[in-house]
């Protein structure tokens, strides 16, 4: 591998490593403060108990997900400095609301919310608890802002005398019809995650009979939240479909292998070949007009090839091979649209139990929802190949190409020692994570202290750091 594939692996590692943990911590977050307000509510110790324990994991992922996105700044510097050249006048305004506005806010919350449980006013309380997840939110959309500028980019121009990228109006970053879309998506997987979290835990200690009663409550949460995120889904979904036909046409036609224009288009559930300059596939099973559907939200509607589409694009921005990795679009489009149907299913078998009362007696079911955690995390990786890996050869979509984003500095090499390094480091910090929050969610609710100051006073008392 050259320089440029090994910065590209290096790139993707982090970023999916890091994608693991931010969606984990928003969703967590909103299931947290939701259970936090139950219990500000009831005043119920149970709940109380209940919010800490799951605040606990919700702690871990943080942690790691801080240290992790931290690597990717320097990433800019190191590996792509000729792209943050080009466009950071444009890409550094909202990393730097995320930086300053948004983390800030969540750290800083997350400090009184962790160490105020004795201390804050219970109103008090409650309302760090709630920022946290907007903080984490707001995280969140700066940075979808970032990455959908570069899928559409919107709101600059290119200065003659330095041939950078410069804002010109931040309004259109962030009414991005890419990011509007692309946010709500990332919402909507952080729901799913926090849900199946809440779900796998939950089951696992009902099935075991371990204060059974109290995670039957957050099961079904986590069910609900589960099911509507999947439902709701399926639609954005669709949108963000036709938003790839409208901006990245090529980005949709890959993620069907579909190499010849058609109207109308089906569907294959699963082909055979078809992917890498291979324009032959075989495919077993084709629902008619489905594509159609979903890339241009009509019956019959038009999706142009990959042949076509290269062919276009030589004569627009001049010689080149510019068709992405199909086998990788192909199906990492599948995996994530198989995976939120097998969400949804679970989620009506569940409502399906508990409508006959016999949620906690279908041992197979709880055993199947303790392993359903794995989905949400193959499902993000496979949403972010699609998303990355199917603008590619640009990094930026019609702007500049990955390979002229790269730094004329350093040497394959070390690209791949640093490489070497990030994939030890990072596999040893997700193993410990991974005992640590595996451990804890095993381990059940934790004993609270005899008396809860908390929930008969409003002055200070000693913090209780049991965690």
Same mark, same amino acid.
């Given at each position: 591998?050259?320089?440029?594939?090994?910065?590209?692996?290096?790139?993707?590692?982090?970023?999916?490593?890091?994608?693991?943990?931010?969606?984990? *911590?928003? $969703?967590?977050?909103?299931?947290?403060?939701?259970?936090? *307000?139950?219990?500000?509510?009831?005043?119920?110790?149970?709940?109380?108990? +209940?919010?800490?324990?799951?605040?606990?994991?919700?702690?871990?992922?943080?942690?790691?997900? #801080?240290? *992790?996105?931290?690597?990717?700044?320097?990433?800019?510097?190191?590996?792509?400095?000729?792209?943050?050249?080009?466009?950071?006048?444009? =890409? !550094?305004?909202?990393? #730097?609301?995320?930086?300053?506005?948004?983390?800030?806010?969540? @750290?800083?919350?997350?400090?009184?919310? +962790?160490?105020?449980?004795?201390?804050?006013?219970? !109103?008090?309380?409650?309302?760090?608890?709630?920022?946290?997840?907007? $903080? #984490?939110?707001?995280?969140?959309?700066?940075?979808?802002?970032?990455?959908?500028?570069?899928?559409?980019?919107?709101?600059?121009?290119? %200065?003659?005398? %330095? !041939?950078?990228?410069?804002?010109?109006?931040?309004?259109?970053? =962030?009414?991005?019809?890419?990011?509007?879309?692309?946010?709500?998506?990332?919402?909507?997987?952080?729901?799913?995650?926090?849900?199946?979290?809440? &779900?796998?835990?939950?089951?696992?200690?009902?099935?075991? !009979?371990?204060?059974?009663?109290?995670?039957?409550?957050?099961?079904?949460?986590?069910? =609900?939240? &589960?099911?509507? #995120?999947?439902?709701?889904? =399926?639609?954005?979904?669709?949108?963000?479909?036709?938003?790839?036909?409208?901006?990245?046409?090529?980005?949709?036609?890959?993620?069907?292998?579909?190499?010849?224009?058609?109207?109308?288009?089906?569907?294959?559930?699963?082909?055979? $070949?078809?992917?890498?300059?291979?324009?032959?596939?075989?495919?077993?099973?084709?629902?008619?007009?489905?594509?159609?559907?979903?890339?241009?939200?009509?019956?019959?509607?038009?999706?142009?090839?990959?042949?076509?589409?290269?062919?276009?694009?030589?004569?627009?921005?001049?010689?080149?091979? /510019?068709?992405?990795?199909?086998?990788?679009? /192909?199906?990492?489009?599948?995996?994530?649209?198989?995976?939120?149907?097998?969400?949804?299913?679970?989620?009506?078998?569940?409502?399906?139990?508990?409508?006959?009362?016999?949620?906690?007696?279908?041992?197979?079911?709880?055993?199947?929802?303790?392993?359903?955690? +794995?989905?949400?995390?193959?499902?993000?990786?496979? $949403?972010?190949?699609?998303?990355?890996?199917?603008?590619?050869?640009?990094?930026?979509?019609?702007?500049?190409?990955?390979?002229?984003? &790269?730094?004329? @500095?350093?040497?394959?090499?070390?690209?791949?020692?640093?490489?070497?390094?990030?994939?030890? &480091?990072?596999?040893?910090?997700?193993?410990?994570?991974?005992?640590?929050?595996?451990?804890?969610?095993?381990?059940?609710? +934790?004993?609270?202290?005899? @008396?809860?100051?908390?929930?008969?006073?409003?002055?200070?008392?000693?913090?209780?750091?049991?965690?």
């Amino acid at each position: 591998m050259d320089q440029l594939d090994l910065a590209r692996i290096q790139f993707a590692s982090t970023s999916i490593y890091h994608f693991f943990f931010v969606p984990v *911590t928003i $969703g967590l977050a909103i299931l947290v403060a939701i259970l936090h *307000t139950r219990w500000h509510r009831s005043g119920d110790p149970e709940l109380r108990r +209940l919010t800490r324990f799951f605040g606990t994991l919700m702690l871990i992922s943080i942690s790691v997900g #801080a240290v *992790t996105g931290l690597v990717q700044e320097f990433q800019f510097g190191m590996d792509w400095s000729a792209y943050s050249r080009f466009v950071g006048d444009v =890409f !550094g305004a909202p990393l #730097a609301m995320e930086g300053l506005a948004a983390f800030f806010l969540e @750290s800083t919350f997350l400090g009184l919310w +962790l160490f105020g449980w004795n201390v804050l006013p219970r !109103g008090v309380h409650l309302f760090t608890a709630w920022m946290i997840p907007l $903080g #984490a939110c707001l995280s969140a959309l700066f940075i979808i802002a970032a990455n959908s500028w570069m899928q559409n980019p919107r709101g600059y121009t290119i %200065n003659p005398d %330095n !041939g950078r990228a410069q804002l010109t109006d931040i309004g259109q970053v =962030f009414s991005n019809p890419v990011f509007l879309w692309g946010y709500t998506h990332v919402l909507l997987v952080a729901l799913i995650f926090g849900g199946a979290v809440l &779900l796998s835990v939950s089951a696992w200690h009902v099935r075991r !009979g371990n204060h059974a009663p109290l995670f039957r409550g957050t099961a079904k949460l986590g069910l =609900f939240v &589960l099911a509507v #995120a999947s439902v709701l889904q =399926f639609p954005v979904g669709g949108r963000l479909g036709i938003n790839e036909t409208n901006y990245q046409p090529m980005k949709i036609a890959a993620a069907e292998a579909n190499w010849t224009t058609c109207q109308p288009c089906s569907f294959s559930v699963i082909q055979i $070949g078809g992917y890498n300059q291979d324009e032959t596939p075989t495919k077993i099973i084709e629902i008619p007009h489905l594509l159609s559907i979903l890339a241009t939200g009509t019956w019959d509607g038009q999706v142009q090839g990959l042949s076509e589409l290269n062919t276009q694009y030589n004569q627009q921005y001049g010689p080149g091979y /510019y068709v992405p990795n199909v086998f990788v679009q /192909y199906w990492s489009m599948r995996a994530m649209a198989y995976l939120a149907v097998l969400g949804f299913v679970m989620g009506i078998w569940g409502a399906i139990l508990l409508w006959r009362r016999k949620f906690e007696k279908s041992r197979f079911f709880l055993w199947a929802c303790t392993w359903l955690i +794995l989905t949400p995390f193959v499902m993000a990786t496979a $949403g972010w190949l699609l998303t990355e890996s199917g603008r590619q050869p640009w990094i930026v979509q019609g702007l500049m190409l990955t390979s002229t984003g &790269l730094s004329g @500095s350093g040497s394959a090499a070390e690209v791949a020692i640093s490489l070497g390094l990030v994939v030890v &480091l990072y596999s040893t910090i997700g193993v410990i994570a991974a005992i640590l929050m595996v451990r804890h969610a095993r381990r059940g609710l +934790l004993d609270e202290p005899a @008396s809860s100051p908390e929930s008969t006073t409003t002055g200070p008392s000693v913090p209780s750091l049991t965690y």
